[in-house]
């Protein structure tokens, strides 16, 4: 009869790289939903038990592509286009500049630099009343 003591146990230390290639696994099925049907989504990588290997391992494939921007809201958040197209690095900073969230995003562009619906519509009432005030003015 076998006991507990018979069972092997394999001790493997913290860390490696092995959660960074689950989410690229997960980044190349979110890229294939988002050919076959134009929908995204986004992978938070503050929710997941990354090591320092398996941010560099994500650093280094994903690498940087040619857009980037940082957008001012409570704070700064980079948004930084990876060399996959498709796929966005996100890092959201608090007034203080500390990381308070980051995640990976598929999609044609991030969400959360496209205009609000609302945003748009107050912005159109503004030109118009420019307008009107211009030419009032001449």
């Not at 394999?10 to 690229?24: C, K, T």
């Not at 494939?61 to 001012?72: K, R």
Request: glycine share 14%; aromatic share 4%.
């Amino acid at each position: 009869m076998s006991g507990l003591g018979d069972i092997g146990i394999a001790v493997q230390e913290p860390g490696g790289d092995a959660n960074a290639r689950a989410v690229l696994r997960e980044i190349e099925t979110l890229l294939e939903r988002l050919l076959a049907s134009g929908e995204g989504g986004s992978i938070d990588l503050g929710g997941l038990p990354l090591s320092g290997a398996d941010y560099e391992l994500l650093e280094a494939t994903l690498g940087h592509g040619e857009v980037s921007a940082v957008i001012d809201s409570l704070g700064p958040t980079d948004v930084i286009e990876t060399a996959i197209p498709g796929v966005w690095w996100l890092t959201h900073c608090n007034a203080a500049e500390e990381v308070m969230a980051e995640f990976i995003e598929v999609g044609w562009c991030p969400q959360i630099v496209l205009a609000a619906q609302e945003d748009v519509s107050d912005g159109l009432q503004r030109l118009r009343a420019a307008l009107k005030e211009d030419g009032n003015a001449g």
